[in-house]
C-alpha cells in the first residue's frame, strides 16, 4: 500500500509544470564522479538572529508635517533673510504700506517671502489632496469634493504667485 502512495506522489510532481526546482533538476543529470567511498557531506547550517533595536517610526502624518515645515522654512528663504537682513515692510510718503519690492526680483521684503511661502506651500497642498482623492475609488462624491478643493487651492495659488510676480516683475515695455 505504501508504494502505491509513493508512486501516486511522484505522478503528480511529475505532472505539475514547475513543480521541481532548478537544484534537483541539475541535481539528477550530474553524477557523482568520487564513487561510494567519498560523500557529500550535508551540513546543516545553524540560523543566526541578529539582535536588531527596533524603534517606533512616527506616523506618517507626522513626517509630512515634518517634511512642509521644512520646505516652508526654506521657501521662506530664511537664509537670504539672515544673510541680506532686509526690512520686513515699508511705507510711503502717505504712510501706506508696501508689501512687495516694486522694480527688484532679487529683493523681497520679510513680509513677501512669507506670504510666497504660504502659496507655495496651498499649491503643494492641492497636489497632496489630489493623490488623497484617489484613494476615495468607491466614494466618488467625496473624491469629487476633494478634487474640486485641489483645484481650486492650485489655481488660486498659482494665480496669487503669478499676481506677485507681476507686480513685481518690471514691465518692459513701460517708458517711464
Same mark, same amino acid.
Given at each position: 500500500?505504501?508504494?502505491?502512495?509513493?508512486?501516486?506522489?511522484?505522478?503528480?510532481?511529475?505532472?505539475? !509544470?514547475?513543480?521541481?526546482?532548478?537544484?534537483?533538476?541539475?541535481?539528477?543529470?550530474?553524477?557523482?564522479?568520487?564513487?561510494?567511498?567519498?560523500?557529500?557531506?550535508?551540513?546543516?547550517?545553524?540560523?543566526?538572529?541578529?539582535?536588531?533595536?527596533? @524603534?517606533?517610526?512616527?506616523?506618517?502624518?507626522?513626517?509630512?508635517?515634518?517634511?512642509?515645515?521644512?520646505?516652508?522654512?526654506?521657501?521662506?528663504?530664511?537664509?537670504?533673510?539672515?544673510?541680506?537682513?532686509?526690512? /520686513?515692510?515699508?511705507?510711503?510718503?502717505?504712510?501706506?504700506?508696501? =508689501?512687495?519690492?516694486?522694480?527688484?526680483?532679487?529683493?523681497?521684503?520679510?513680509?513677501?517671502?512669507?506670504?510666497?511661502?504660504? =502659496?507655495? =506651500?496651498?499649491?503643494?497642498?492641492?497636489?497632496?489632496?489630489?493623490?488623497?482623492? /484617489?484613494?476615495?475609488?468607491?466614494?466618488?462624491?467625496?473624491?469629487?469634493?476633494? @478634487?474640486?478643493?485641489?483645484?481650486?487651492?492650485?489655481? !488660486?495659488?498659482?494665480?496669487? @504667485?503669478?499676481?506677485?510676480?507681476?507686480?513685481?516683475?518690471?514691465?518692459?515695455?513701460?517708458?517711464?
Amino acid at each position: 500500500m505504501r508504494k502505491q502512495v509513493k508512486i501516486k506522489d511522484q505522478n503528480k510532481k511529475k505532472e505539475i !509544470l514547475g513543480s521541481e526546482t532548478i537544484f534537483e533538476k541539475i541535481k539528477k543529470k550530474t553524477p557523482w564522479i568520487f564513487g561510494q567511498k567519498i560523500r557529500k557531506p550535508k551540513i546543516i547550517f545553524p540560523k543566526f538572529k541578529r539582535p536588531r533595536l527596533r @524603534l517606533p517610526l512616527p506616523p506618517k502624518s507626522f513626517i509630512i508635517i515634518g517634511i512642509f515645515t521644512i520646505l516652508f522654512i526654506l521657501q521662506t528663504g530664511v537664509i537670504y533673510l539672515i544673510v541680506k537682513k532686509p526690512p /520686513s515692510m515699508v511705507s510711503d510718503n502717505n504712510n501706506i504700506p508696501i =508689501l512687495i519690492w516694486y522694480d527688484e526680483i532679487y529683493e523681497a521684503f520679510i513680509i513677501e517671502s512669507i506670504v510666497a511661502s504660504v =502659496l507655495m =506651500l496651498l499649491f503643494s497642498t492641492g497636489f497632496i489632496f489630489i493623490y488623497h482623492a /484617489s484613494k476615495y475609488v468607491y466614494n466618488k462624491k467625496f473624491a469629487d469634493w476633494i @478634487l474640486v478643493i485641489a483645484f481650486l487651492l492650485i489655481v !488660486l495659488a498659482f494665480g496669487m @504667485l503669478q499676481f506677485m510676480l507681476d507686480i513685481k516683475i518690471p514691465d518692459p515695455f513701460d517708458k517711464n
